[in-house]
């Protein structure tokens, strides 16, 4: 138990957590932003890995960093682009549409990086973020190098996600928002644009998708490989449920997942050989189908969700 407790009580421990939260939170608030308006995105995994190869290749080329979250958000938008297109305006299944997106963004972002990159042995490497030295505050003991030695990026998405609360629960864009996502013809009889409103959402929702995979090449690692989403795109859909489609919940979602995950990595350090690693990989999944499996039946899923909107029609 002291074991147990010290890696609850280590700085490291939770300074992890933040930093395998950042993708989460950014990818997961992009989904529960297109689904609050009524479009559900399955498009996850392939958007946030190409964002991850294109945000990685812009700095690759030269660009500053944030301009490879920049890049990264364009080429994210371009797919919810794609997308809306699809289930918005062809009203086509947003399963369907949604998955053949994953496919799609995975494989051309590895054709893209392979043509553009020469094949080496060594994958080549980028300067990431940094982590940023945040006066007095850095200098704390414990709270210090746990959470206020992050890369700016990481702060960049708490802050999304406490901004993006407030905008859904207080403000006219939120509300239209909202109504789009629970009764299109409602918000139409006020004289809102229920289309317009899903591409905008789908789409900004997507960019964060991109920005959440750049974060793996721009500051949790230096370079990119085609399998470095590894999941996480699907989880995030599993977030969106779990956080009932509220940010604030989201941001704790994420936080939470990321603590099962850090914590088993150091929990196979302590009980290395005593309990098969594959256990400990297992661990962060059996724990948030779990608190999945509660959290859902509380969850309140957005009216018109998955339901195609064409103008005039009930």
């Not at 498009?43 to 700095?59: Q, R």
């Not at 992050?150 to 609360?165: D, E, M, R, S």
């Not at 977030?239 to 989201?250: G, N």
Request: one cysteine or more; hydrophobic letters at 55%.
């Amino acid at each position: 138990m002291s074991a147990l407790f010290d890696i609850l009580a280590s700085a490291g421990l939770w300074a992890a957590v933040l930093r395998i939260a950042t993708p989460l939170i950014l990818a997961t608030l992009g989904a529960l932003i297109s689904e609050r308006a009524g479009v559900l995105n399955l498009g996850i995994e392939g958007i946030m890995t190409f964002g991850a190869m294109s945000g990685w290749l812009a700095v690759f080329n030269g660009a500053d960093l944030w301009v490879g979250l920049l890049v990264a958000a364009l080429g994210g938008a371009m797919f919810g682009l794609l997308h809306s297109v699809l289930t918005v305006t062809l009203g086509l299944s947003q399963h369907v549409s949604g998955l053949g997106v994953t496919l799609f963004a995975s494989s051309f972002a590895y054709y893209v990086f392979r043509l553009m990159v020469p094949v080496a042995g060594t994958p080549p490497t980028i300067e990431p973020f940094r982590p940023l030295d945040i006066p007095v505050l850095s200098d704390l003991p414990f709270f210090g190098p746990a959470f206020f030695t992050q890369t700016a990026p990481t702060y960049l998405a708490i802050g999304l996600a406490i901004a993006l609360a407030y905008l859904i629960a207080r403000t006219p864009i939120g509300l239209a928002i909202r109504m789009t996502g629970e009764n299109p013809h409602a918000a139409e009889a006020q004289g809102l644009n229920p289309m317009a409103i899903r591409y905008g959402a789908v789409i900004f929702g997507s960019a964060l998708m991109g920005v959440g995979g750049a974060f793996l090449t721009l500051s949790a690692f230096n370079s990119f490989f085609p399998t470095m989403v590894q999941g996480r795109g699907w989880i995030c859909i599993a977030l969106v449920v779990f956080a009932s489609w509220k940010p604030e919940r989201a941001l704790l979602g994420a936080i939470l997942f990321a603590l099962f995950d850090a914590f088993q990595l150091r929990l196979q350090t302590v009980l290395s050989g005593v309990v098969p690693y594959q256990i400990f990989l297992m661990l962060p999944y059996l724990l948030s189908i779990a608190a999945l499996a509660v959290m859902a039946r509380r969850a309140r899923v957005p009216q018109a969700l998955m339901q195609p909107y064409r103008r005039g029609e009930r």
